[in-house]
């Protein structure tokens, strides 16, 4: 499935970037709230000021636990996995900035004690919110 959708890496900080699209970010959070399915990224863009596009984003529901959002090693996916509960929560967030959010902006996905979603093992990230 492609969509509207951009994810860079920072090697050097080790943070994501995910742009997309008011339709993109729809997509995206019904795959994560289904707990399945990948989305396949434009890796043709510009990765500046980040190293790298990555091309492909994949949701795994887990038995229970928080999320946890990973880069593979070979920089090939990114990975969002993670019990339903704390999936639902991340699509609810997701759903919300693609429909109440203005152009261009944007939500913080990053671990601190006590997140109600997410795991400490998440790679920080943000998510942007692109006008068509």
């Known amino acids: 499935m492609t969509t509207e959708v951009a994810i860079r890496y ?3 900080s080790n943070e994501l970037d995910v ?4 339709e993109g970010l729809l997509e995206i959070a019904d795959l994560v709230e ?3 399915g990948r989305v396949v990224a434009d890796d043709g863009v510009d990765p500046l ?3 790298v596009c990555i ?3 994949v949701v795994r529901r887990l038995a229970g636990g928080g999320v946890v959002i990973r880069v593979s ?5 990114v990975t969002l996995e993670g019990g339903q509960d704390a999936l639902r929560l991340l699509a609810e967030n997701l759903r919300g900035l ?3 959010g203005a152009d261009d902006e944007h939500l913080h996905l990053e671990y601190f004690a006590g997140h ?3 795991e400490e093992a998440s790679v920080p990230a943000v998510v942007g919110l692109v006008g068509n």
Request: no cysteine; glycine share 4%; hydrophobic share 35%.
């Open 34 to 36: 289904a707990g399945d």
């Open 10 to 12: 920072s090697m050097r």
């Open 55 to 57: 091309p492909l984003l």
């Open 98 to 100: 693609a429909v109440e």
């Open 19 to 22: 742009s997309a699209t008011r």
């Open 116 to 118: 109600f979603y997410l």
């Open 73 to 77: 090693k070979e920089m090939s996916d």
């Open 49 to 51: 000021p980040y190293d």
